[in-house]
């Protein structure tokens, strides 16, 4: 992996930065601003708590796959090299992980990863409140499960939405589906980020928060190879 040194931890510019993950839900780290002497793990460490699955590695190897050459039940599996729907990650976890960090380590490609907020979702309380009621069905995973997709915590108030495995298991989220997905696709439209990969580059975005995709994978575009962390809640929240 990209190596690095503790002593950047206390850098300014990262502390601005880290102040623009918690007011606006997402930080990028170019490597021209020296991401690239950040360790992902330090990184992932100092905002809360990495976690994994049992049969996945603590850092993942985020690779492009065809429909055939992705592994059984993920989202590469389903769409292919074809574009992702915006989605929250980790969506089939009982409680998906409150961030997740990216960082680039080989692309060649120029297909961004765009990202969305999903805030006007949350913070309209009769939208979020409907949405609460009505109940999800997770699939395409070992043991389905029914959830919402809002979820209120401790913590705070997370919104869970990954069309590729969420299916509506009540009449009131069949009635919801077609409106929040409306929603979503004109937020989409209307505030999408794009974020443009260097090699080093670090994104870190509230995944309770933010949506995010990619677009379809340019057939002879060059390798983009990402690195993936799950980390639970800050410390401090």
């Known amino acids: 992996m990209l190596a690095g040194t503790d002593g950047r931890m206390e850098d300014p510019s990262l ?40 049969n996945i590695p603590l850092i993942q190897p985020i690779v492009p796959r065809s429909n055939d050459a992705a592994r059984h039940n993920t989202t590469s599996a389903l769409y292919g090299l074809n574009a992702f729907p915006p989605h929250t990650d980790a969506a089939h976890w009982p409680n998906p992980p409150r961030y997740v960090l990216f ?28 949405l609460a009621r009505a109940v999800w069905q997770i699939r395409r995973v070992t043991h389905p499960f029914l959830c919402s997709a809002i979820v209120d915590g401790p913590r705070g108030r997370a919104f869970r939405w990954d069309p590729a495995i969420m299916i509506p298991a009540s009449s009131h989220a069949r009635q919801s589906l077609f409106s929040i997905a409306e929603q979503i696709s004109s937020i989409c439209r209307d505030a999408p980020i794009t974020i443009q990969w260097h090699p080093g580059d670090i994104l870190v975005i509230d995944n309770w928060r933010m949506l995010h995709w990619r677009p379809s994978i340019a057939p002879k575009g060059g390798p983009r190879v990402l690195c993936r962390i799950f980390v639970t809640a800050d410390p401090t929240s």
């Open 103 to 130: 960082q680039c380590y080989r692309c060649q490609s120029n297909t961004p990863t765009m990202i969305v907020d999903a805030n006007p979702i949350l913070n309209d309380t009769n939208r979020a409140n409907d």
């Open 15 to 54: 502390q601005l930065s880290m102040q623009h993950l918690y007011d606006r839900g997402w930080m990028h780290l170019s490597s021209n601003e020296g991401s690239s002497a950040i360790d992902l793990l330090s990184l992932a460490q100092l905002i809360g708590t990495p976690v994994h699955q049992s």
